[in-house]
């Protein structure tokens, strides 16, 4: 029985830079969303305000606040996008 | 949809500009994005391009079928490179064909603006001077197709078409 769910965050851009790594691990209790991580996420010592304006990805698909996540869920915080 | 994806391959407009288009294909658009070597009044050496690739591949190859679907294109291609590139280098290459120019022209629009706001993919100018920057970029919207955007300030064509 895991009353937490483990994740490990996907960085891109900005954050990976930022962070100074690529993923960043995060422990929250069973039944967390989306905005669970991202305020978790705000928390973290480097990232911080920075996460203020991303997205988050759920196995490869944009989610709002109110999904839930779940243990083996790829989980990705995506900056502010920029391409072509 | 004939060809969506994010690649670190030299691009090459004019050779999906060959393949697309049928016999009732009246209006073949291509489009070639290429490095800029000067941005806000700074010289740029280099853009670096980062992307989150699996999930890139599956938003552009959904950007392009809808673009299909929500006009009258009867074909798109589209690619995007990543990596460092040069100045005069192609970044991005849409084409589209319809029967006729005006929904070519709006598919192929339609692809690099919907790309623009939900294409996990980040750009990193260099500068001449030994500098570097993110670009500041677009929040992604969660539905497909939408674009609600905390950080939008521009307007698009299509935006309402959700």
């Known amino acids: 029985v895991t009353s937490t769910v ?17 993923v960043v ?5 069973a039944g967390a969303t989306v ?7 705000s928390q973290h010592p480097e990232l911080g305000s920075s996460v203020e304006g991303a997205a988050v990805a759920v196995n490869r698909r944009y989610e709002r606040d109110e999904a839930p996540v779940s243990a083996g869920d790829e989980v990705a915080l995506i900056p502010p996008v920029a391409g072509g | 949809v004939v060809v969506a994806e994010v690649t670190e391959r030299p691009l090459d407009g004019s050779e999906l500009l060959r393949r697309l288009g049928g016999a009732g294909d009246g209006a073949v658009v291509a489009f070639e994005g290429r490095v800029r070597d000067h941005n806000e009044g700074r010289s740029v050496a280099c853009l ?29 291609a589209v ?30 629009s339609r692809v690099i603006e919907q790309l623009k706001h939900r294409l996990p993919l980040w750009k990193r100018e260099e500068y001449a001077d030994g500098t570097s920057s993110w670009l500041e970029g ?4 969660t539905e497909p ?18």
């Open chain 2, 145 to 162: 197709g939408s674009h609600a955007s905390r950080s939008a300030h521009r307007t698009e064509p299509g935006q309402d078409e959700v």
């Open chain 2, 48 to 76: 670096h391009y980062d992307t989150y690739r699996a999930m890139a591949n599956s938003v552009l190859h959904e950007i392009a079928t809808e673009a299909v679907q929500r006009t009258e294109a009867s074909a798109i």
């Open chain 2, 138 to 141: 677009q929040t992604p919207g």
């Open chain 1, 35 to 41: 905005g669970d991580v991202r305020a978790a996420l």
């Open chain 1, 6 to 22: 483990h994740l490990a965050i996907l960085l891109f851009g900005k954050h990976r830079d930022i962070a100074g790594r690529a």
């Open chain 1, 25 to 29: 691990e995060l422990d929250l209790p």
């Open chain 2, 79 to 108: 690619r995007h490179r990543v990596g460092s590139l040069a100045p005069s280098e192609v970044s991005l290459v849409v084409v589209a064909a319809a029967a006729h120019r005006k929904e070519a022209f709006d598919a192929c």
